[in-house]
């Protein structure tokens, strides 16, 4: 059960776009459609970002789109804003129940 | 309200135990699914526990296969971690999350800490 695989961190400048990869196995990540991405800010709980993939929550601006191809599952959030600073972790459904985190990368707005 | 409590952290020795509690209110708490997962000061989200929305189904990941055990009573709207022979390395805010398969992981508690030292 080692953690998905992800870069510990990542910057872009106000309003560009900034993508972050999440790669795992053929048993986790590329098995299944069911890739979240939390967002947590210093201190508070981890907010849904997007789940089975590509879905939003209610409330998630649709400057965060999530994909999977193959293996590897991205976030992309486009327009950065300030708050927008913040770790991102992905989970992805590894079988019998069972989910993983990937290690977390850390979001800076420049 | 909807939401999410944690309760039941706290300093406890190693080898020794404690029982965390989850309780819900403001949704239909038997329609969720409940994980538990921890965070080591400055580290990342680990995945614990998860029981199912009726309770039958329950998974540990392999750290604490064993020691710990969920459960739940959804009469009271609450679950139940039990975690016995801690370790330091169990030292983490313990957050509990539910979801559906419609809404995924979305519901997160704030947390509640536990610290195993001497």
């Known amino acids: 059960q080692s953690a998905l695989t992800q870069p510990r961190s990542v910057s872009g400048s106000p309003g560009q776009s900034v993508t972050i990869s999440c790669t795992g196995t053929s048993s986790d990540v590329g098995g299944y459609n069911y890739v979240s991405w939390y967002q947590q800010h210093p201190g508070k709980a981890p907010k849904l970002i997007t789940h089975d993939v590509t879905e939003r929550p209610s409330g998630v601006p649709d400057r965060f789109s999530g994909s999977k191809s193959g293996n590897t599952a991205s976030l992309t959030i486009s327009g950065l804003q300030a708050d927008d600073e913040a770790d991102y972790y992905c989970l992805a459904y590894a079988g019998s129940n069972t989910v993983i985190f990937g290690g977390g990368t850390k979001l800076t707005v420049l | 309200e909807v939401q999410l409590v944690e309760s039941g952290g706290g300093l406890v020795q190693p080898g020794g135990s404690l029982r965390l509690s989850c309780a819900a209110s403001g949704f239909t708490f038997s329609s969720f699914w409940i994980h538990w997962v921890r965070q080591a000061p400055g580290k990342g989200l680990v995945w614990v526990s998860r029981?199912?929305?009726?309770?039958?189904?329950?998974t540990y990941a392999d750290s604490v296969k064993g020691r710990f055990t969920i459960s739940r009573d959804n009469a009271k709207s609450t679950v139940y971690l039990q975690l016995n022979s801690l370790r330091a390395e169990d030292t983490a805010v313990y957050y509990c999350?539910?979801?559906?398969?419609?809404?995924?992981?979305?519901?997160w508690g704030q947390g509640t800490l536990v610290t195993v030292s001497s």
């Open positions: 999350a539910g979801g559906t398969p419609a809404t995924g992981t979305a519901l």
């Open positions: 029981v199912s929305a009726d309770g039958s189904d329950r």
